[in-house]
């Protein structure tokens, strides 16, 4: 009798990795889960799955981790640091190392599911949205290393059935990045502004589900999708509906870009100083600030294998919310 298949899955530890191997599991797949070394896999601990610590700058590292897998989930990636060069040995060549480990060993998985992001393609232009014919002018490093990624996995796609989605801003329990921060300081009263922002977002259950059938299904082979709510939302809407789901009002103060800038120099230099990940950077800063649109749509997904966001932001926030409060979060 045939036993469960088999899934690896990096960036099982991070926030939509964790809420990925989480859904597999439910789904009785027999999972494996890579693991930096030096990452805390504490979220994982209830998980009955295999995990392998391995680095994917190094690709010896790698080769005790191939096995027969059904399905390879590739969502480890690097997202801020203050070394411009660390995004293109973690993002591409970790990439790269993985992918040579496969095509080497003969034993080629069903899918090759990639997760790769908004910041590949760019900012949208005002008023319109980005679809997966648009140009690329990706306008950070994380971009421009994600989007060489995406390059890497087409040149073998003869070679590897490849899917690559790109994802918007996601949100949702679990995470302490992106949203997480308005809704510390909304909770206290208080909210930075740095002007309109109109931009997508996931909820990160929608996300996951999305990926899964990307990855199951056969007409997306070769292709490449936007995944997320399929709506625009304008930085004001998306602060008002994280004040109604904490039933608070917040003061909005807004901050000039200079200043912004000039403690984003701080962060980045403390980073380096303690070999630590900053919280923000110059570069993030100006990718917010001076490209305010990151619109896209989400149509070729729904018509290609039937994707569609169920969680509108007013209902992600309050869960994201109720999560945090039980967490002790805000």
Same mark, same amino acid.
Not at 35 to 60: N, Q
């Given at each position: 009798m045939k036993g469960p298949e088999k899934v690896l899955c990096t960036g099982a530890a991070g926030?939509?990795?964790?809420?990925?191997?989480?859904?597999? !599991?439910? !789904?009785?797949?027999?999972? %494996?889960?890579?693991?930096? @070394?030096?990452?805390?896999?504490? !979220?994982?601990?209830?998980? +009955?799955? %295999? =995990? =392998? !610590?391995? +680095?994917?700058? +190094?690709?010896?590292?790698?080769?005790?981790?191939?096995? +027969?897998?059904?399905?390879?989930?590739?969502?480890?990636?690097?997202?801020?640091?203050?070394? @411009?060069e660390k995004f293109y040995r973690v993002n591409l060549l970790g990439t790269k190392n993985l992918v040579d480990v496969i095509l080497e060993s003969g034993v080629l998985p069903k899918r090759f599911l990639f997760t790769s992001s908004i910041a590949a393609v760019g900012p949208s232009p005002k008023g319109s949205s980005l679809n997966e014919e648009s140009p690329c002018q990706p306008v950070s490093h994380y971009g421009k290393s994600k989007l060489l990624a995406e390059q890497l996995l087409r040149s073998v796609g003869d070679r590897l059935p490849v899917t690559v989605v790109r994802l918007p801003l996601v949100y949702g329990p679990q995470s302490l990045a992106g949203l997480y921060a308005f809704f510390r300081s909304i909770n206290k009263h208080y909210c930075i502004s740095f002007g309109r922002v109109e931009a997508c977002l996931g909820y990160v259950e929608d996300v996951v589900r999305g990926i899964i059938l990307a990855a199951e299904s056969p007409a997306t082979i070769g292709r490449t999708y936007f995944l997320g709510e399929d709506k625009v939302y304008s930085s004001a809407e998306i602060i008002q509906t994280i004040e109604d789901a904490l039933g608070k009002r917040a003061v909005k103060m807004k901050v000039p870009y200079p200043l912004v800038y000039c403690l984003a120099l701080v962060v980045e230099s403390y980073a380096k100083i303690t070999k630590t990940s900053p919280v923000a950077t110059r570069e993030m800063m100006r990718e917010c600030m001076k490209h305010r649109y990151w619109q896209a749509t989400m149509k070729k997904a729904r018509s290609d294998f039937g994707f569609e966001a169920e969680v509108g932001l007013a209902r992600g926030t309050r869960m994201t919310a109720a999560w945090y409060r039980r967490e002790g979060l805000i």
């Open positions: 926030f939509i990795g964790n809420h990925l191997v989480h859904a597999l !599991r439910q !789904r009785n797949f027999q999972l %494996t889960c890579l693991v930096h @070394p030096a990452e805390e896999a504490g !979220r994982l601990k209830d998980l +009955d799955a %295999t =995990i =392998i !610590r391995a +680095d994917l700058e +190094d690709k010896r590292s790698l080769l005790n981790a191939w096995s +027969d897998y059904t399905y390879v989930y590739h969502l480890a990636a690097l997202k801020t640091s203050p070394f @411009p």
